[in-house]
């Protein structure tokens, strides 16, 4: 082991001194993504920079530039974060903002979406729109369109998450909105024009599932996606056919190279005009940081091939991850980067080996291409997957291995559908009909794969920590192999890293308990706040997520409760909503109720009742003082109580004349002294159980 260390070592010092510009541009990301973040880190990492780098001014370079790095991060999250709405928040304001994207539907018919402010305070800063569907949302109010809106400005709220990574400054809670019949001018103006005429040619005479598939594989928008065929795309692992990725870049990029041959121009004019669609493409998509690390991917393999030099595609992923850091230090936050980046990265180091491997074996060249690039992405981002959405699809391979064939054609007749828009509407719909066909066996695909036994199975989060062990593991395996040198076997590299993933599987799903079959309600254990679960067989509900900091995720996969049906947050206060976000982020919700934005207020009486006996009451407010709880225990006579408390908290829950008050109730548990409370029903008669 100690060997093989000593030697990969020597291996990594050797590319250092063959790649100095890929050394020193890896120092520079590495600042752009550490320095906001861990500051210490990159005193470790230029450390390691000097370890590695045989040569003293090269290991110098490195340094400055993480320095550089993360001082370029440091002053662009100022800029970013800049803002004068601060004195508005909490008051009504009426703004005229530009439209940035579709509006997203929410829980009772809520639309949100992102704008950029054109009035001051706040001029050019973006903010997010939530609009009631009481509120009606004008017909042309779509993506450049100008509109006047009046609300109260508030802060972002608890699942606006991607939104605060895209730099929003604030929320408006819209009570009127219009639109002014203005739109965006100058280059954005006209790239809101191109994606409206686009939009109308992939949709226009088109079943509105396909054209909604259509939207999200061409233009990387998946808002029109029903929640059944997300989640179908998701749980056979074709989400990534609906974002905006590097593959629509390949594929744009590969079908104007063609036409441009078969219109006889030459090779320069070819890779000219691909690189200007690429640049366009990139803001038509929506700019995420996926497709924006695609772009530059992409643009600099074309300014290469111009150059006439062979492309480095890893002097370009790391060129990508230094821009797209540097544009927007949060991009790392993202899960679509971080997936992206792991896929690509996966590609570069495993497919030509497996590709050589499959050849070997007989597979004939165009399925060995795709099983390759396939296993490759889908091994670099099952830790992630895993880690953020707690889930691995069992059907990934085989889905994207159907899927393959027709994911070209419905690029490339989108694609041309989407030209023909611009100046011939009625020539793209033939176009779009065709691609139709494709579209619908997408779907369908994905719609019987989802509903296989066994096609995605649950997983508890690796940890951060535990997914930088499973690449390391990985990286030690690829690096042994590569050892073997001419004997070495592709075909057994196939072997070695199913068994890597298969290990990584078992391990991570050995111990994922499931979740209850009898109706259970479980007082959460998360410090001092509230968060109640109540399950039977596979429906949960979650009602509050305790604090931002509080350990909701780690008592909801304890639970086994891997999805939530409805996800209920009772009023805007830290200690109930304050892990909203996270919970959102990592864990499938089909539901929000948002207690605030629905205007809830609390029923009179416990429940909304007045004459009846209850089994269980959870006590209000963590214990806090109540004078009219002992009547309330008078009249209700409930046989259990509960009070969700810290152990360390400065308010004195819960206070004495409640405990005193508790008396009167035979069994009383508090999450302080008892661990997570559950109170379990099989056959009408309740059991409670406490951790401790």
């Not at 340094?63 to 001082?71: D, I, R």
């Not at 259509?214 to 029903?226: K, N, S």
């Not at 643009?299 to 480095?312: E, Q």
């Amino acid at each position: 082991m100690r060997a093989a260390t000593l030697r990969a070592l020597r291996d990594l010092r050797q590319g250092a001194a063959d790649h100095p510009r890929h050394v020193l541009l890896a120092a520079l990301a590495a600042g752009l993504l550490a320095g906001p973040r861990w500051p210490l880190a990159v005193a470790a990492i230029a450390l390691l920079a000097f370890a590695l780098t045989p040569h003293a001014a090269v290991a110098l370079g490195a340094a400055v530039m993480l320095l550089v790095g993360a001082g370029v991060a440091d002053a662009r999250l100022a800029a970013l974060d800049h803002s004068t709405l601060g004195p508005l928040v909490d008051r009504e304001v009426g703004v005229r903002a530009t439209l940035l994207d579709h509006p997203r539907t929410r829980s009772f018919g809520t639309r949100v979406a992102p704008a950029r402010l054109l009035s001051a305070p706040g001029r050019g800063e973006r903010v997010l729109l939530r609009v009631p569907a009481r509120v009606r949302w004008p017909p042309a109010a779509v993506p450049g369109a100008e509109v006047v809106a009046r609300g109260r400005l508030s802060r972002l709220g608890p699942y606006d998450a991607s939104e605060r990574r895209r730099n929003a400054h604030a929320l408006l809670r819209v009570e009127s909105v219009r639109a002014t019949g203005r739109q965006r001018g100058g280059l954005l103006g006209g790239l809101d024009a191109v994606r409206a005429r686009t939009e109308r040619a992939l949709t226009a005479g088109v079943p509105a599932p396909q054209g909604a598939l259509a939207r999200g594989m061409v233009l990387g928008q998946d808002g029109a996606l029903t929640d059944a065929v997300r989640e179908d795309f998701r749980t056979t692992g074709l989400a990534h056919l609906v974002a905006a990725s590097g593959a629509n870049v390949l594929l744009l990029a590969t079908l104007v190279l063609a036409l441009g041959t078969a219109a006889g121009l030459g090779l320069t004019a070819r890779l000219a005009l691909a690189l200007a669609l690429v640049a366009a493409y990139v803001p038509l998509a929506g700019a995420g940081p996926s497709i924006q690390r695609a772009g530059v991917m992409g643009a600099a393999g074309l300014v290469a091939a111009l150059a006439g030099r062979p492309a480095s595609r890893w002097y370009a992923l790391l060129l990508a991850a230094a821009l797209t850091l540097a544009w927007n230090p949060r991009a790392a936050e993202d899960v679509g980067w971080q997936l992206s980046f792991a896929a690509v990265l996966a590609m570069l180091a495993l497919v030509p080996a497996l590709r050589r491997g499959l050849r070997r074996a007989g597979t004939p060249t165009g399925i060995a291409e795709v099983l390759a690039v396939t296993a490759a992405a889908t091994l670099g981002t099952a830790p992630l997957i895993a880690l953020h959405f707690e889930r691995l699809s069992l059907v990934s391979l085989p889905a994207n291995l159907l899927a393959a064939p027709a994911v070209a054609p419905v690029m490339w007749l989108g694609t041309i559908a989407g030209a023909l828009g611009q100046a011939a509407p009625a020539l793209a719909a033939p176009v779009a009909g065709v691609a139709a066909l494709p579209l619908a066996y997408l779907t369908w695909l994905a719609q019987r794969a989802a509903g296989l036994p066994f096609a995605e199975l649950s997983v508890p989060s690796p940890s951060l920590a535990g997914v930088i062990g499973i690449y390391a593991a990985a990286a030690l395996v690829a690096l042994g192999w590569q050892r073997l040198g001419a004997n070495r076997r592709p075909v057994g590299a196939i072997a070695a890293l199913g068994t890597l993933a298969a290990a990584t599987v078992l391990a991570l799903g050995i111990h994922a308990p499931g979740p209850p079959k009898d109706l259970t309600v479980s007082f959460l254990d998360i410090g001092q706040g509230d968060a109640t679960l109540i399950q039977h067989g596979r429906a949960a509900v979650l009602v509050d997520t305790g604090p931002p900091d509080g350990p909701i995720l780690a008592r909801l996969r304890a639970a086994g409760a891997r999805r939530l049906d409805v996800l209920v947050l009772t009023h805007a206060a830290l200690d109930h909503d304050g892990a909203a976000a996270a919970v959102l982020d990592r864990i499938p919700v089909d539901l929000v109720l948002d207690g605030e934005e629905a205007g809830a207020r609390p029923a009179p009486g416990p429940f909304g009742m007045r004459a009846a006996a209850l089994d269980a009451l959870k006590v209000a407010h963590h214990g806090s003082d109540d004078p009219g709880l002992p009547g309330l225990l008078h009249r209700l006579r409930p046989r259990v109580a509960v009070v969700s408390v810290g152990a360390h908290n400065s308010y004195g829950h819960p206070v004495p004349a409640t405990l005193a008050a508790l008396r009167a109730v035979p069994v009383v548990r508090r999450t302080d002294r008892d661990g997570t409370v559950r109170l379990t029903v099989r056959d009408g008669r309740m059991a409670i159980q406490a951790a401790s």
